[in-house]
């Protein structure tokens, strides 16, 4: 490969891969894919674009803020990038499709902890691309779901037009250039900018909002926020028009371990291990490595480093270290310095369940029960919904007894059913979710509970009435039926909605009266923690499930008992708790059926 940066950046790759830049397993996975990319002969590779890119933004934009390690000033100093955003750039500018001009990478996601120059790199990458494909009337947007988060990247690129314009591209004349910052958009245009236009604008809001714009280059900035992979997918449908088209998902790790974003990283990591082709996909993820059940060192400055690309840069290792220690000492505070500056999904601190426990299990035992392999959420509802069908018809198939378990909703809000049952040692949860579609929005935005997701995912529907009819339930249990589930009994605490027991009664089905006595929902909370924690349980992936189990908080009595409610008003734990339901009425049937083997071979 040729380049003015080509040597720098292929040493980067290398050094990454060879341990001379410390880095984590993804990004090592990262470095060696790219490198391969290189040498296969798969693409043709062109590093004019990407020169062009990285000399742009190195000769055009400057600090507007800051400081360096040595408290020396940065404003109005040339942003000079640094190898690993270098890097970034080869790594989506550089594959070419044999003898046309068409780019290989058309989606990214650069995943980096906070302080790392994020925010200012996204400002400068959307300056330099746009300029890039001027020729095309290029127009690039940046989006964030906050207006301030917005606001930094419209800033930066204000002060580089108002203040350093002409220090970099000569042939710019000043009325040539318009600039918006009020109420109705905050934007940056050029119609005749060396014989092409550029259009960049920072926008807000979900993406719903912005249905109908038309663009080739998006930047979803903070994905973590995103409540459900539909607002990403409306962002990169905006760019369908466009060949050389590129969507970047930008984000550190947020607080929801089972939501879009944490798919994304883990659909990313797949492709960086080879599990996953998709050579249209770059990705740069930053994290501290994790064990086996999702723990992280997170006093080690060694994780420190592997975590944070800019380490030495922006991140001061001292105040890193310090960091680390009020995290050690105050639990409180620890959650975020994992999420925020280690860049690693955890469960609230409050939450008894070790979320990464459970993904493995039901990984590793859905391998053992082979089931087929679950389709990337890009691939859309019509896929997500087959691979469910295709799913339930072979789990149907299997020679197991199935207990059922309700949690029945006050009125309008989150009503679930479960039925469990056990295959050769592995127990297995299959769920269901209602939710009154009037009020789903509101509950989705003020709870963020991600219910369209669940939706697309065919976990959950939206019921057409302000409150969840039991009849719906009802009906779920008598398909599943259909389906060739044998459903032996469900349990049910009957003083909630009679109807929905007289219901179940007429519809044939053996509902047994189940109070909510903490000493019985015990052993099918046990029962549930002792097979994830062995990698028997399998819950077809239902991020519904993983939403639940990370909201349970425990407390653990001195009989080794445990009495569990959800860890915050906001909520919700319903799917776990009729989980549980089912669980208990699978054990006190099996434990009745040996209680009478017993007694006849007497």
Same mark, same amino acid.
């Not at 389906?483 to 929905?500: A, M, S, V």
């Not at 915050?568 to 054990?587: Q, T």
């Given at each position: ?23 984590g ?6 470095c ?12 043709e590779v062109n590093?004019k ?24 000033p ?17 790594g ?8 046309t001009?068409e ?5 990214s996601l650069?995943?980096i ?7 200012f ?30 606001m ?10 108002t ?5 970099g ?11 918006l ?8 245009e050029?119609?005749?900018l060396g ?5 960049l604008?920072?926008l ?16 979803a ?5 995103y409540?459900s ?6 962002l ?6 466009y ?20 798919k994304?990283v ?6 960086l291990?080879?599990?996953s082709?998709?050579d249209a ?16 060192d ?16 922006t ?5 890193m270290?310090?960091?680390?220690q009020?995290a050690?000492?105050?639990?409180? !505070?620890?959650?975020? %310095?994992?999420? &925020?500056?280690?860049n690693?999904f955890?469960?609230?601190? #409050?939450a /008894? @369940? ?6 493995t ?9 082979g ?14 919904m ?11 198939k ?10 029945l909703?006050?009125l ?11 295959y ?6 299959i ?27 065919g976990?959950l ?19 599943? !039926?259909?389906?060739? %589930?044998?459903? &032996?009994?469900?349990?049910h605490?009957r003083?909630?909605? #009679?109807? /929905? @027991? ?10 047994v ?7 019985k ?11 994830a ?41 319903d799917?776990?708790?009729c989980s549980?339901?089912?669980a ?7 434990e ?7 007694w006849?071979n007497?």
């Amino acid at each position: 490969m040729t380049g003015k940066y080509a040597a720098e950046v292929v040493k980067y790759a290398q050094d990454v891969v060879d341990g001379a830049v410390i880095a984590g397993e993804d990004r090592i996975l990262g470095c060696k894919r790219f490198l391969k990319m290189l040498e296969d002969g798969r693409y043709e590779v062109n590093a004019k674009d990407a020169d062009f890119v990285i000399g742009a933004i190195e000769r055009t934009f400057k600090h507007r803020q800051g400081q360096a390690l040595d408290g020396t000033p940065m404003r109005g100093k040339p942003f000079l990038l640094e190898p690993w955003q270098k890097y970034c750039v080869y790594g989506m500018l550089i594959f070419f499709y044999h003898g046309t001009k068409e780019r290989v990478v058309k989606e990214s996601l650069i995943f980096i902890p906070r302080k790392n120059s994020k925010t200012f790199f996204i400002a400068a990458l959307s300056w330099g691309l746009g300029l890039l494909e001027r020729m095309s009337g290029s127009k690039v947007y940046v989006v964030a779901l906050v207006l301030k988060q917005a606001m930094e990247t419209f800033d930066n690129w204000e002060y580089n037009l108002t203040q350093n314009w002409y220090n970099g591209m000569k042939e710019a004349k000043a009325d040539g250039w318009k600039l918006l910052n009020n109420n109705m958009a905050h934007s940056i245009e050029h119609k005749n900018l060396g014989g092409g236009s550029l259009h960049l604008e920072a926008l807000a809001g979900n993406a719903g909002a912005h249905d109908s714009f038309n663009c080739n280059i998006v930047i979803a900035d903070e994905i973590h926020a995103y409540k459900s992979p539909e607002e990403y997918s409306r962002l990169k449908e905006a760019t369908k028009a466009y060949t050389n088209k590129l969507i970047i998902g930008i984000s550190t790790a947020g607080d929801d371990g089972t939501g879009f974003c944490a798919k994304h990283v883990e659909y990313c990591r797949s492709v960086l291990k080879g599990v996953s082709q998709d050579d249209a996909l770059f990705a740069f993820i930053c994290k501290a490595d994790e064990d086996d059940a999702g723990g992280v060192d997170y006093l080690d400055p060694i994780q420190h480093q592997k975590a944070n690309p800019n380490y030495g840069v922006t991140i001061r290792p001292k105040e890193m270290e310090r960091e680390a220690q009020i995290a050690e000492s105050d639990p409180q !505070k620890r959650k975020d %310095f994992i999420t &925020r500056s280690l860049n690693v999904f955890v469960s609230s601190l #409050r939450a /008894y @369940f070790n979320l990464a426990e459970f993904q493995t299990s039901n990984r590793e035992a859905g391998a053992e029960l082979g089931m087929p392999p679950t389709p990337h959420y890009s691939e859309g509802e019509k896929a997500l919904m087959a691979w469910r069908e295709e799913a339930l018809a072979k789990l149907s198939k299997l020679k197991v007894k199935w207990y059922g378990g309700t949690d029945l909703s006050k009125l309008h809000d989150l009503t679930a059913a479960a039925i469990y049952g056990e295959y050769k040692g592995v127990d297995i949860i299959i769920t269901h979710e209602w939710f009154p579609i009037v009020a789903a929005t509101a509950k989705a935005d003020e709870d963020k509970i991600p219910l369209f997701g669940w939706k697309d995912e065919g976990h959950l529907t939206m019921t057409n009435a302000p409150i969840t009819n039991h009849a719906d339930v009802v009906a779920w249990y008598l398909d599943m !039926k259909k389906r060739g %589930f044998n459903i &032996r009994q469900i349990g049910h605490d009957r003083k909630f909605c #009679r109807e /929905y @027991f007289t219901g179940m009664k007429k519809a044939g089905f053996t509902v047994v009266d189940q109070p909510q006595l903490h000493y019985k929902k015990n052993e099918g909370f046990r029962r549930i923690e002792a097979k994830a924690k062995s990698k028997k349980l399998y819950y077809l992936g239902s991020t519904a499930f993983e939403y639940c189990i990370s909201n349970v908080r425990a407390v653990e009595k001195t009989d080794d008992a445990v009495m569990y409610e959800k860890a915050a008003e906001n909520k919700r734990i319903d799917v776990f708790d009729c989980s549980v339901f089912a669980a208990i009425r699978m054990l006190e049937d099996q434990e009745k059926s040996e209680n009478a083997g017993k007694w006849l071979n007497e």
